[in-house]
């Protein structure tokens, strides 16, 4: 089914003119949008509870002890390099 907008110029008078999808690409593009209007996120029951349940994994407290002590060992590479060279001889 094709889609008409009603068009009003002096040559074409009250004429239906087809809508293409550049006409619907150009039309969400440059609209114009109110900034002071405020922005409402309508959810369904189900999108809401995913919704929720990613943030909080994403934003959950992780704590890891074991882990953080391996990232932050401290490591001295010359008494490394020493032992090597005890081994070799």
Do not use: C
Request: proline share 3%; hydrophobic share 40%; charged share 35%.
């Amino acid at each position: 089914m094709k889609e008409y907008k009603l068009v009003e110029t002096q040559e074409a008078g009250n004429l239906p003119a087809v809508v293409n999808t550049w006409g619907k690409i150009k039309s969400l593009l440059f609209r114009e949008i109110d900034w002071n209007k405020p922005i409402v996120l309508e959810l369904t029951e189900k999108e809401e509870k995913v919704l929720t349940e990613v943030h909080d994994f994403l934003f959950q407290e992780v704590k890891f002890p074991e882990l953080h002590d391996f990232f932050f060992k401290e490591i001295n590479i010359f008494n490394w390099f020493k032992k090597k060279d005890n081994n070799n001889n």
